[in-house]
Antibody, heavy 122, light 108 residues
């Protein structure tokens, strides 16, 4: 069974940092692009970042570029999101999601974790 | 690139729900759809406009033409009540995912 488990969320003050992790199992992690998508309270889904299967391509939303860094460890089947200079508007549930694991669609998000909550507040 | 969805759609049980996703020349893009029930993570219900992942009922179908992509749910059930989001990948301006604002489907 394909599973994604996020961790690392919490309460942080504006300007602070957090590192999110996503542990993957049930599929060949090194073959799949991985993504972070977030959802602010009561709002819709917002794509945050994508990393290619071997980590040679990374993409960021304009709202996080320069502050967030996506990375992966294929040996550990883990995905990360280093978040620096956090802002109140970064408050959200952060989901990790796979691409092209259960469906052959490189730009869709086919399996999602349950999410981890990040609250940025003073 | 901007995707526009109606905030809400309401239908009775057994009826057909149509959820639109508008975008400039969206027919030239591949559209994916997600269902998100209250308090749960999103689930992919349609990809590449009209392909259903394994386990998604045949009642779910999709199309994409002109400036509008559509998710259609036939014989709506109470369990279909959820938020639905369309999504494309934007390669023009900034490589990245783009979601519509979401549509709340209410089953009356």
């Amino acid at each position: 069974e394909v599973q994604l488990m996020e961790s690392g969320g919490g309460l942080v003050k504006p300007g602070g940092s957090l590192r999110l992790s996503c542990a993957a199992s049930g599929f060949t992690f090194r073959d799949s692009a991985m993504n972070w998508v977030r959802q602010a309270p009561g709002k819709g889904l917002q794509w945050v970042s994508t990393i290619s299967s071997v980590g040679d391509y990374v993409y960021y939303a304009d709202s996080v570029r320069g502050r967030f860094t996506i990375s992966r460890d294929n040996a550990e089947s883990s995905l990360y999101l280093q978040m620096n200079d956090l802002r109140v508007e970064d408050t959200a549930v952060y989901y990790c999601a796979t691409s092209s694991v259960v469906v052959n669609a490189i730009d869709a998000f086919d399996i999602w974790g349950q999410g981890t909550v990040v609250i940025v507040s003073s | 690139y901007v995707l526009t969805q109606p905030p809400s759609v309401s239908v009775g049980p057994g009826q057909t729900a149509t959820i639109a996703c508008g975008g400039n020349n969206i027919e030239s893009r591949s559209v994916h759809w997600y269902q998100q029930k209250s308090g749960r993570a999103p689930v992919l219900v349609m990809y590449y406009d009209s392909d259903r992942p394994s386990g998604i009922p045949e009642r779910f179908s999709g199309s994409n033409s002109g400036n509008t992509a559509t998710l259609t749910i036939s014989r709506v059930e109470a369990g279909d009540e959820a938020d639905y989001y369309c999504q494309v990948w934007d390669t023009a301006n900034n490589h990245g995912g783009v979601f519509g604002g979401g549509t709340k489907l209410t089953v009356l």
